[in-house]
T-cell receptor, first 109, second 114 residues
């Protein structure tokens, strides 16, 4: 079992829909990261959080440390949101970042 | 936040040749990380590059195949040597900064070996 599990693996939505991507982890962490990877391969850091909730534009990330679970929400989705979204954790053990397998999001116009 | 310039963005290479990927950071960082992402898979750490010392390689990766240079605190290169089609992947460099480290990535190099 992977230390970081994401769901769903693939998600197709219509423009304007509210989207949720989930991430569960099994290790102690100092932080959780949500990353966005575009088709060219480059990765952008969307959020780093260790508790509570963060919001940036149409993106919201939440984390429940007790339940070892995080969600990434996209409100009013748009085709330009189409990308792979990756959850990663910084383990308290000092190991390097541990990545989930990513969620491929496609938003159709 | 750190800005990382990675090049080339993509390349198609012949079997048996080598490719060197460069990453330039806009600030001084202690550690730089090199990742491989095989098609449809998550990122796998190849090695950690420290300035002034040899890189630290993860299990399954060796210096002869993936030599790394780190001549200063803002620059690193990864070479993929004696390439085979199995080396076709996206390669990414990354830095982490802060007490609780935020991660920053280069634009990625999409390598195809034919």
């Amino acid at each position: 079992k992977n230390e970081v599990e994401q769901s769903p693996q693939n998600l197709t939505a219509q423009e304007g829909e509210f989207i949720t991507i989930n991430c569960s982890y099994s290790v102690g962490i100092s932080a959780l990261h949500w990353l966005q990877q575009h088709p060219g391969g480059g990765i952008v850091s969307l959020f780093m959080l260790s508790s509570g909730k963060k919001k940036h534009g149409r993106l919201i990330a939440t984390i429940n440390i007790q339940e070892k679970h995080s969600s990434l929400h996209i409100t009013a989705s748009h085709p330009r949101d189409s990308a792979v979204y990756i959850c990663a954790v910084s383990p308290t053990s000092g190991s390097r970042l541990t990545f989930g397998e990513g969620t491929q999001l496609t938003v159709n116009p | 936040s750190a800005v990382i310039s990675q090049k080339p963005s993509r390349d198609i290479c012949q079997r048996g040749t080598s490719l060197t990927i460069q990453c330039q950071v806009d600030s001084q960082v202690t550690m730089m990380f090199w990742y491989r992402q095989q098609p449809g898979q998550s990122l796998t750490l190849i090695a950690t590059a420290n300035q002034g010392s040899e890189a630290t390689y993860e299990s399954g990766f060796v210096i002869d195949k993936f030599p790394i240079s780190r001549p200063n605190l803002t620059f690193s290169t990864l070479t993929v040597s004696n390439m085979s089609p199995e080396d076709s992947s996206i390669y990414l460099c990354s830095v982490e900064e802060g007490i609780i480290t935020e991660a920053f990535f280069g634009q990625g190099t999409r390598l195809t070996v034919v």
